[in-house]
């Protein structure tokens, strides 16, 4: 199957927090840097997720945001520092191409959102993604 998701992002299951109806699953990607996860327990069952489950995290690039700096006060934990690697925009859309250890992720945000963060190759960001917008699949 081909997706659409450009943000794929190879994995290692190191912890899994089941309810009852959601669970929490923590993610060391092969880069080094930890993910987390929350999904619903009845596809943490369909899906076998263990820990030691390898599994690609799956972003959309416009759940993606990006920040200059690590930001603190929020409840967003996956912080993953990067750096731009392309920019591009449109009318009223910007494409953020951000390598992070392990992997690159596409950031979909506003036009003026990159010009107010002065985003161009080689800035120094942190792309933030809230638990509930990654999705796992196995690997």
């Keep these: 199957m081909t997706l659409s998701l450009r943000n794929q992002l190879p994995g290692t299951v190191t912890a899994l927090t089941l309810g009852e109806a959601m ?8 880069g080094g840097q930890d993910i987390t996860a929350v999904i619903t327990a009845d596809a943490v069952k369909e899906l076998g997720l263990a820990e030691g489950s390898a599994v690609r995290a799956l972003v959309k690039s416009t759940e993606v945001a990006l920040a200059t700096g690590p930001v603190s006060g929020v409840s967003i934990r996956n912080q993953m520092a990067g750096t731009v690697t392309g920019v591009s925009t449109g009318g009223a859309m910007g494409s953020v191409k951000v390598q992070v ?7 979909a945000i506003t036009k ?28």
Excluded: M
């Design 101 to 107: 250890e392990g992997g690159e992720l596409t950031a």
């Design 112 to 139: 003026e959102a990159v010009e107010d963060l002065g985003l161009a190759v080689g800035t120094s960001v942190v792309a933030l993604v809230k638990a509930t917008e990654v999705s796992l699949a196995t690997a």
């Design 23 to 30: 669970a929490a699953v923590k993610v060391r990607l092969t």
